[in-house]
């Protein structure tokens, strides 16, 4: 069985994107892959952050993707920070990287322009993320195309290391779904729909109330031609609709746009909103349950446990590799 590894930031509530693009997708994937669902803290840590926000958020995240539908006992559910390796091995990473390519880090970029006082970690997490990735000899990373250049990253570094030591690691394919996977914001829909969005009505929020929700998407931007059509060119905002529609009913978008001949906007914008609720609420109901039960800390003590066995593994073939530690010698 292949592999596959994903990571999120406990940053803030996940947003309708990021169950759209992601966790819907993880749901279906553990039944035919070997997961690993990382909760990854560390990369967190690279812009300031409170820290009890971020014990709330860490517990917030885990509990979303049980409520979404992973099940303990076919994906290892499990908080980055709890398992030693990743660090370890995201230094011998950072022996492998160069300068030149993480500062060409499209994202490096963005978030470190004109700024001052930039974290040096900003600069080196992408081979913390390779680490991440690494650990559990990934086949495949489900991502959206703003993370396809980490990892492109990722890739050449396992084979640079490959190449000079030993063949450790497996190098990992990136996987991106094609529906879904990148939703657009609702104010802005040439741009991705973002957690940290200063516009509330951009973002749709996992738990978000019902008429919330439907609020946000009446005021969506769309255009003035009345017409629902798929054109990401032409109609960011229509098409952004469609591709919600899309993933949350399952339906394909050609049959979306036949269906929706001939009807107004009012009456799309508020199907649109109608599907959302349908597929959040139950969410938002399970999450309630589990955020204040047990069975979270249960989950993510068996998660640690076996996300560290495998790691430690890999782990100690790198080391070995590179000559790091001692070897005992044979009596």
């Known amino acids: 069985m292949e592999t596959i590894f994903s990571g999120i930031q406990p940053s803030g509530t996940l947003t309708l994107g990021n169950y759209l693009g992601a966790m819907k997708q993880f749901v279906?994937?553990?039944?035919?892959?070997?997961?690993?669902?990382?909760?990854?803290?560390?990369?967190?840590?690279?812009?300031p952050q409170d820290r009890l926000k971020l014990r709330e958020n860490i517990r917030s995240l885990a509990a979303?993707?049980?409520?979404?539908?992973?099940?303990?006992?076919?994906?290892?559910?499990?908080?980055?920070?709890?398992?030693s390796a990743h660090t370890q091995l995201g230094w011998i990473m950072q022996t492998q990287s160069y300068i030149g390519e993480l500062e060409r880090m499209t994202q490096f970029k963005d978030k470190s322009a004109g700024k001052e006082g930039v974290s040096s970690a900003l600069l080196t997490y992408p081979?913390?993320?390779?680490?991440?990735?690494?650990?559990?000899n990934t086949n495949l990373v489900p991502v959206g195309n703003d993370q396809k250049q980490h990892l492109e990253?990722?890739?050449?570094?396992?084979?640079?290391?490959?190449?000079?030591?030993?063949?450790?690691?497996?190098?990992?394919?990136?996987?991106?779904?094609?529906?879904?996977?990148?939703?657009?914001?609702?104010?802005?829909?040439t741009k991705k729909m973002s957690k940290s969005d200063e516009n509330q009505k951009a973002t749709i929020y996992m738990l978000d109330e019902p008429k919330k929700i439907i609020k946000k998407i009446k005021s969506a931007v769309t255009d003035s031609e009345g017409v629902v059509r798929f054109d990401p060119t032409d109609k960011p905002g229509v098409s952004n609709l469609l591709t919600i529609l899309s993933s949350a009913t399952n339906t394909p978008?050609?049959?979306?746009?036949?269906?929706?001949a001939g009807v107004g906007y009012g009456q799309f914008?508020?199907?649109?909103?109608?599907?959302?609720?349908?597929?959040l609420e139950p969410i938002q109901q399970r999450y309630s349950d589990i955020i204040t039960s047990d069975t979270l800390d249960e989950v993510l003590?068996?998660?640690?446990?076996?996300?560290?066995?495998?790691?430690?593994?890999?782990?100690?073939k790198a080391k070995k590799a590179m000559g790091l530690g001692r070897v005992r010698k044979s009596k």
């Open 28 to 47: 279906e994937l553990q039944e035919d892959y070997d997961c690993y669902f990382c909760i990854v803290d560390e990369h967190a840590i690279t812009v």
């Open 64 to 83: 979303l993707y049980l409520a979404s539908g992973i099940d303990p006992d076919k994906a290892t559910l499990f908080i980055q920070s709890e398992v």
């Open 127 to 136: 081979p913390l993320m390779a680490a991440d990735i690494l650990l559990y």
């Open 153 to 189: 990253l990722t890739r050449d570094l396992a084979e640079r290391f490959n190449r000079k030591y030993n063949a450790i690691f497996t190098v990992p394919e990136v996987k991106i779904s094609e529906v879904g996977a990148r939703i657009m914001s609702l104010q802005e829909p």
């Open 253 to 260: 978008i050609k049959d979306l746009e036949q269906q929706y």
């Open 269 to 279: 914008k508020q199907d649109v909103a109608d599907a959302v609720v349908n597929v």
């Open 301 to 316: 003590d068996q998660g640690r446990d076996a996300a560290s066995r495998v790691a430690d593994k890999t782990l100690a």
